[in-house]
């Protein structure tokens, strides 16, 4: 199983982007999905997650600006970054919990993408 994200980049403060993170292999199901970020010289935190139900939840700091969604059909995460700050730069990663059988799962993990928001 592989997660592989895109869409980081450099943007300016107030600005969006769009990050989305596709999950690939023996996937039997997907469950719930995540995503977290780390800032320079800070410890990785979670940022958002979304059920397999759709339900979702946010972190204080980017309620209102944020918003996961995903597509089952293709196995895929988004995160919808609005109303960018510079305390926003980080790496982002994604993860997700994975079943690879009936009777397995396990949590996978993106590469992560870079997000740069210049002031």
């Known amino acids: 199983v592989q997660l592989v994200e895109s869409g980081g980049g450099l943007v300016q403060a107030g600005g969006s982007l769009t990050l989305s993170c596709v999950s690939s292999g023996n996937i039997y199901s997907i469950n719930t999905m995540r995503w977290y970020r780390q800032p320079p010289g800070k410890q990785r935190e979670l940022v958002a997650t979304i059920t397999s139900g759709g339900a979702v939840h946010y972190e204080d700091f980017v309620k209102g600006r944020f918003t996961i969604s995903r597509d089952n059909a293709k196995n895929t995460v988004y995160l919808q970054m609005n109303s960018l700050k510079f305390e926003d730069t980080a790496i982002y990663y994604c993860?997700?919990?994975?079943?690879?059988?009936?009777?397995?799962?396990?949590?996978?993990w993106g590469q992560g993408a870079q997000i740069t928001v210049s002031s």
């Open positions: 993860s997700a919990d994975i079943q690879v059988s009936r009777n397995y799962k396990y949590d996978y």
